[in-house]
T-cell receptor, first 111, second 117 residues
Framework: RKEVEQDPGPFNVPEGATVAFNCTYSNSASQSFFWYRQDCRKEPKLLMSVYSSGNEDGRFTAQLNRASQYISLLIRDSKLSDSATYLCVVSDYNQGGKLIFGQGTELSVKP | GAVVSQHPSWVICKSGTSVKIECRSLDFQATTMFWYRQFPKQSLMLMATSNEGSKATYEQGVEKDKFLINHASLTLSTLTVTSAHPEDSSFYIC?????????????FGDGTRLSIL
């Protein structure tokens, strides 16, 4: 079983749609959780950290459920510029803080 | 914000050549740098963790004699792909973590696209 698993995708949605990404992780000792965005042939860029209480940044909302080891990302009113691959990332201090990446879910927003 | 510079961004060379990739933290001290590799349509895979002043820690299946890592200062880590072959062609990305910020997001370099002919 992979340490971090995401929806396989790709997701093709029209502009303005709401889209949700799901992610599960296997290491219950993980302490830090992030969503990164990666554009084609570019490096990953941090989208947002994910906190137990849930957090929102504009159109983006992230949720964490430690009991079920589940992380989600919701994008509202999607824009063409949201098209990218979204990476669920988990980190464990006990492993030197290295990041474990999910395989990514590709999002394509169409006009 | 914190910036990580990676150089070169693109390398094309013949089989058997050794290629050195540099990763620099420009405005912060990075006691730890990470080297990743990403094949097309796949996620980033951690290759090794580089700690300033000590030997790198390699992930299982990564040959330390083939991928030489040096982290001689708090702002620079290098990855040398020795005697590169076509199967080493990939996107190599480094990331750096600020001192005493183990739980914080890492900052990524722009990546190096390596093509071995």
């Amino acid at each position: 079983r992979k340490e971090v698993e995401q929806d396989p995708g790709p997701f093709n949605v029209p502009e303005g749609a709401t889209v949700a990404f799901n992610c599960t992780y296997s290491n219950s000792a993980s302490q830090s959780f992030f969503w990164y965005r990666q554009d084609c042939r570019k490096e990953p860029k941090l989208l947002m950290s994910v906190y137990s209480s849930g957090n929102e940044d504009g159109r983006f909302t992230a949720q964490l459920n430690r009991a079920s080891q589940y992380i989600s990302l919701l994008i509202r009113d999607s824009k063409l510029s949201d098209s990218a691959t979204y990476l669920c990332v988990v980190s464990d201090y006990n492993q030197g803080g290295k990041l474990i990446f999910g395989q990514g879910t590709e999002l394509s927003v169409k006009p | 914000g914190a910036v990580v510079s990676q150089h070169p961004s693109w390398v094309i060379c013949k089989s058997g050549t050794s290629v050195k990739i540099e990763c620099r933290s420009l405005d912060f001290q990075a006691t730890t740098m990470f080297w990743y590799r990403q094949f097309p349509k796949q996620s980033l895979m951690l290759m090794a963790t580089s700690n300033e002043g000590s030997k790198a820690t390699y992930e299982q299946g990564v040959e330390k004699d083939k991928f030489l890592i040096n982290h001689a200062s708090l702002t620079l880590s290098t990855l040398t792909v020795t005697s590169a072959h076509p199967e080493d062609s990939s996107f190599y990305i480094c990331s750096a973590r600020e001192k005493h910020r183990a739980g914080q997001p890492q900052h990524f370099g722009d990546g190096t696209r390596l093509s071995i002919l």
